[in-house]
């Protein structure tokens, strides 16, 4: 059965345990069994609204007892997180119930002077005039840290506005990417990792695929989803995925039913996908041109993004010009290159993005090559037998394909 599987058990709430001021079917049984069987046991929620107690009381009014040390929140995480790192001076988009976790740890909440972070949780009587102050503690040198990312949460009435719409927004404005505590984010985990021992075998249970289940796989966990549907994923490697699907939480005591535990499949989880642009340039001594790039400090072959309304070689040719002052010619598509394992970078700001990146033989026809300081840094030519060793790990691939002057095209 599942629960001989693993040591650890983490647990969303609300969906798992509860729904609104209703206990579900099975959660009172499934926590005393486990309990029984000697099972560690720590619920993670992504609301930042209440305290650890209340929960604990609300837990125990519920007749599941509960200690508070097993109750992580977003909110209680968030206050950890900023003590860890002396910050001790906020802005503070939060409930009482989060405010009163700051202040618990000495971290003191502003409106009207200067903060060393704008901190965003949830409070249904936010107003525009505290987003705008957040924005403007923002572009004086704050920074940006939010509980979680959740875009909404469903109300009596319909979909009502969570901390992530309120986190987007200052972002969109201010150009600041946040760093985000909750689910499905490293933070909140890594608080159960220090706790429970090393190697012990753990699994996230939650109702929500794109916090319970993303999250618990980003930090190699296995994840289980409380669901009665069926789902359909277009991609094996999909993050989302669960490892099993339970209707209820008693399943987890059925004998012939077990987990097949989540393979890392190679690659980080993106954020978005974006389609990308790429050159191989040679020059008359056959060596390829490669430029260093400012974001990274690695070296790559030039490349950029598609724009609104480019084709692919207008975009290839615009960033060339823009970069190095070169104008070029297209020869040949290359190859079209989508492969995760490759083609999944992660920037210093925080953000993944998985490339779909068309590459191109090019020649110069025209200009003076200049690195424009801005996103490039430096650009010389190398032979294709000593590449830089920081190299961008997907570019030798594209030169590689380059050199095997193939009359096709590669799609990888």
């Known amino acids: 059965m599942i629960a001989d599987q693993y040591d650890v058990f983490l647990f ?38 209440p305290t650890r107690q209340e929960l604990c009381d609300r837990l125990n009014s519920m007749k599941i007892p509960v200690s508070k040390e097993e109750i992580i929140t977003s909110g209680w995480a968030t206050a950890q997180y900023l003590a860890e790192n002396n910050i001790s001076d906020v802005f503070a988009i939060a409930t009482e119930g989060f405010i009163s976790e700051l202040e618990a740890l000495g971290i ?24 705008q102050q957040a924005i403007r503690h923002l572009e004086k040198g704050s920074r940006f840290i939010a ?31 946040p760093l985000i505590i909750g689910k499905p984010y490293s ?17 996230m249970i939650g109702d929500s695929l794109e916090t ?6 980003r930090q190699g966990i296995d994840a289980i989803l409380l669901s009665k549907d069926k789902l359909c994923f277009s991609s094996k490697y999909d993050y989302r995925m669960p490892d099993k699907i339970i209707p209820n939480l008693l399943d987890l005591f059925k004998p012939d039913v077990k987990v097949k535990c989540w393979r890392h499949p190679g690659f980080l989880w993106p954020d978005d996908v974006k389609p990308g642009v ?17 974001d990274n400090g690695l070296w790559s072959l030039p490349s950029g993004h598609l724009e609104i309304g480019e084709t692919v070689v207008e975009a290839i040719k615009r960033e060339i010009q823009e970069e190095l002052s070169l104008i070029v010619d297209v020869k040949k598509l ?48 190398f032979e294709t037998s000593h590449l830089p060793t920081n190299i961008l790990n997907m570019h030798p691939q594209w030169l590689t394909d380059a ?10």
């Open 12 to 49: 969303d709430l609300d969906g798992v345990i509860y729904c609104g001021d209703a206990i579900l079917v099975g959660s009172r049984s499934c926590i005393r069994k486990l309990r029984a069987l000697g099972k560690k046991i720590y619920f993670l929620t992504n609301d930042p609204r």
């Open 108 to 131: 003191c909440t502003r409106m009207d002077v200067s903060c060393q972070a704008v901190v965003v949780g949830y409070n249904e009587n936010a107003n525009f005039i505290q987003i």
């Open 147 to 177: 509980t979680n990312a959740d875009q909404s949460f469903p109300g009596q009435n319909g979909r009502c506005m969570a901390t992530g719409a309120i986190v987007e927004m200052i972002r969109m404005v201010s150009g600041n990417q």
């Open 187 to 203: 933070y909140i985990f890594s608080i159960v990792f220090r706790r429970v021992i090393p190697g012990s075998r753990m699994v």
């Open 212 to 217: 319970d289940i993303l999250g618990a796989h």
């Open 278 to 294: 790429a050159a191989v340039i040679f020059n008359a001594q056959h060596q390829v041109l490669l430029v260093k790039r400012n």
């Open 334 to 381: 290359i190859g079209v290159y989508s492969d995760p394992v490759s083609q999944v970078v992660s920037y210093p700001s925080g953000v993944t993005t998985h490339f779909i990146t068309l590459s191109f033989l090019c020649c110069i026809t025209g200009g003076c090559m200049q690195a424009d300081n801005r996103e490039i840094a430096e650009a010389a030519f």
């Open 403 to 412: 050199l095997a002057n193939q009359s096709f095209s590669f799609f990888r």
